[in-house]
C-alpha cells in the first residue's frame, strides 16, 4: 500500500466536515442538526450497500422468498424504509417521520424525540431495481412547531419551510445531494473509505437546457399547455435546436441528470391523473427545493411547487422543474391558457 499517497487524501472534504463547517457558522446551534443529517447518511450507506447486492441476492433467492438459510429475504424497498426509520428514531433528534411506505405517519416515542420531523422516500423508482436501473433516496427536513406536542399539521407545511432537502442515488456510483438553504452541493461514496466526498461543490443548473423528460406514453391524456409545451421542444417554433428526450422513470436519476446537464423534468396531471402521479411531501418538495437552491425552478402547472400546503401526507401534484428558462416556458403557456378560458 501507498502509505504517502493515502496521506494526501485526508484533507478531502467529508460530508461530516462540510455539515460541521456549516454548523460552525451558527454559534447558537447544539449539533442536534448535524446528528440527524449524520443518522441519515448513514441510512444512505446501508441502502447503498444493500441495493449493490441485489443482483448477487437474486441468485441465491429472489427478494420476498425464503433464502437458503430459511431466511425470508426482505424486498429492497421494505428493508431500506425499516433501515431508514430505525437510523432516523434511533437519532434522537426527530419527531414525526412521513414514509411513503407506510400509509401513517409514525410519531417518536417522547424519550426519543426530537424537533426535526422528516418527510422520505426510503427507495424511489423500486420497479427499476430488478433491471439495474440507478433508484435513490429523497427526504425532507422540516423543524416543528412544538415537540410537546407534535401534529401532523408539523409535516402539512409548505415545502418552502423544508430546512433541508437531498436525495442519494445508487447508480454506478452512490451520490448524495443535499441543500440546506445555501445552495446546493453532491457528494460521491468512497467504498473504500465508507465516506461521502465532496465531488460536486456549489451545483448550479444551467439557465435554460437541451433536454426534456418525461413519460410520453401518457400523451394522449395530457392538457393543452403540457401538449404544447413538449410539442414545442420537438419543434420549435422560435427556429432553436429541438430538445433531446431522456427519461428512466426513476425521479432521482431523471432530477440529477437535470440537474446537472439542465433542462426540464415533468410529471403533469392527465385525464386519468388529474393531481399526476408524484408525492408532495417526499418528491415533489425535496426535489423542488434542490432546484430552487441550484437557480432553478419548481411549478405545479398553477403555482410554484414549494408554496403548495399538503393536505393530506400522500398527497399528489403535478411538477415542472429544471432550468429556469425552460419553465419559464410553460408557466407562460398555463398562464396564456389561464387568460383565454
Ligand atoms: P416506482 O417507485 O413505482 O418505480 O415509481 C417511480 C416514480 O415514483 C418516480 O421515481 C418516477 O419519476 C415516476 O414514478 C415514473 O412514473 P411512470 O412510470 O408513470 O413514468
Known sequence: MDHAGEAHRTDLMTITRYVLNEQSKHPESRGDFTILLN?????????????????????????????????????????SNEVFIKALVSSGRTCILVSEEDEEATFVQPPLRGKYSVVFDPLDGSSNIDCGVSIG??????????????????????????????????????????????????????????????THPDIKIPQKGKIYSVNEGNAKNWDGPTAKYVENCKFPIDGSPAKSLRYIG????????????????????????????????????????????????????????????????????????????????????????????
Open 39 to 79: 443518522h441519515i447518511v448513514l441510512g444512505c450507506k446501508f441502502v447503498c450497500s444493500a441495493v449493490s447486492k441485489a443482483g448477487l441476492a437474486k441468485l441465491i433467492g429472489l427478494a420476498g422468498d425464503t433464502n437458503v438459510q430459511g431466511e425470508e429475504q426482505k424486498k429492497l424497498d421494505v428493508l
Open 250 to 341: 426513476s425521479m432521482v436519476a431523471d432530477v440529477h441528470r437535470t440537474l446537472l446537464y439542465g433542462g426540464i423534468f415533468l410529471y403533469p396531471a392527465d385525464k386519468k391523473s388529474p393531481n399526476g402521479k408524484l408525492r408532495v411531501l417526499y418528491e415533489v418538495f425535496p426535489m423542488s427545493f434542490l432546484m430552487e437552491q441550484a437557480g432553478g425552478q419548481a411549478f405545479t402547472g398553477k403555482q410554484r411547487a414549494l408554496d403548495l400546503i399538503p393536505t393530506q401526507i400522500h398527497e399528489r401534484s403535478p411538477v415542472f422543474l429544471g432550468s429556469y428558462d425552460d419553465v419559464e416556458e410553460i408557466k407562460a403557456l398555463y398562464a396564456a391558457e389561464e387568460n383565454t378560458e
Open 137 to 198: 433516496t429523497i427526504f425532507g427536513i422540516y423543524m416543528i412547531k412544538d415537540a410537546h406536542e407534535p401534529t401532523i399539521e408539523d409535516v402539512l407545511q409548505p415545502g418552502k419551510n423544508m430546512l433541508a432537502a437531498g436525495y442519494c442515488m445508487y447508480g454506478s456510483s452512490c451520490t448524495l445531494v443535499l441543500s440546506t438553504g445555501s445552495g446546493v452541493n453532491g457528494f460521491t461514496l468512497d467504498p473504500s473509505l465508507g465516506e461521502f466526498i465532496l
